[in-house]
Every structure is written in structure tokens, then in C-alpha cells.
């Protein structure tokens, strides 16, 4: 099994930027489709970007284009969410999720997740 630990989230204001750091553990990441979702209260577990094994492309939810960047260092097994020009919206608890496919999209894809970080935008 893969185990992962999310890290950096916390407050910022509108128009910051935060890091995001999701620590594997267990097993190496190179051939598994890493991925970011938030939950906000009361709203449905949100995809923001996926890292697929298959290529090198990387793929970000239309609310999040321009703005987020997803990356992997497959050497030190940690992916990362670079967040700029954050809104009030994007407070929500960010996950990273890991699955052994590709459709990447659909959060019951993936086989294991993180416990989770809570990042808060101020306006």
C-alpha cells in the first residue's frame, strides 16, 4: 500500500500564493496517477489536477487553470501543488489521492488518499 501525508497547507489572503507537499510512502510513485482534490463544507469532493504515470502532461480543473501547478519529484516520491492568485473560494481541505489507472477525474478511482490540509483564503 501507498501511504501519503499532505503538508503546507494554512491561511493566506486573497491573491497569495502556497505550496502544497504530498509525502509517499510505501511504495514508489512513478507508475501510479497522482492527483489533488478539495472538499469545501457541504459541497462534493472537488478534482483539481491530476499527474498521470502514462506521460508527462498534467491536467487542472477549469476553476484552477492559470493559477495551480501540479508537479512530481519522482526521486524524492513527493508530488506538490504550487498555488497562486488563491481566492476565497479555494478554502477547502486538499487532499492527495493515488491510483493505479488513469481516469483521473473521478475521486472513487483512486485506491488511497491523504488525511488531508486545510487551506483557508481570506478575502
Known amino acids: 500500500q501507498v501511504q501519503l501525508v499532505e503538508s503546507g497547507g494554512g491561511l493566506a489572503q486573497a491573491g497569495d500564493s502556497l505550496t502544497l507537499s504530498c509525502a509517499a510512502s510505501?511504495?514508489?510513485?512513478?507508475?501510479?496517477?497522482m492527483a489533488w482534490f478539495r472538499q469545501a463544507p457541504e459541497r462534493e469532493r472537488e478534482f483539481v489536477a491530476a499527474?498521470?504515470?502514462?506521460?508527462?502532461?498534467?491536467y487542472n480543473a477549469q476553476s484552477v487553470k492559470g493559477r495551480f501547478i501540479i508537479s512530481r519529484d519522482n526521486a524524492k516520491n513527493t508530488m506538490y501543488l504550487q498555488m497562486n492568485s488563491l481566492k476565497p473560494e479555494g478554502t477547502a481541505v486538499y487532499y492527495c489521492?493515488?491510483?493505479?489507472?488513469?481516469?483521473?477525474?473521478?475521486?472513487?478511482?483512486?485506491?488511497?488518499w491523504g488525511q488531508g490540509t486545510q487551506v483557508t483564503v481570506s478575502s
Open positions: 489521492a493515488a491510483s493505479r489507472g488513469s481516469n483521473y477525474l473521478d475521486p472513487s478511482a483512486y485506491d488511497y
Open positions: 510505501g511504495r514508489a510513485i512513478n507508475t501510479y496517477t
Open positions: 499527474s498521470p504515470w502514462v506521460t508527462s502532461l498534467t
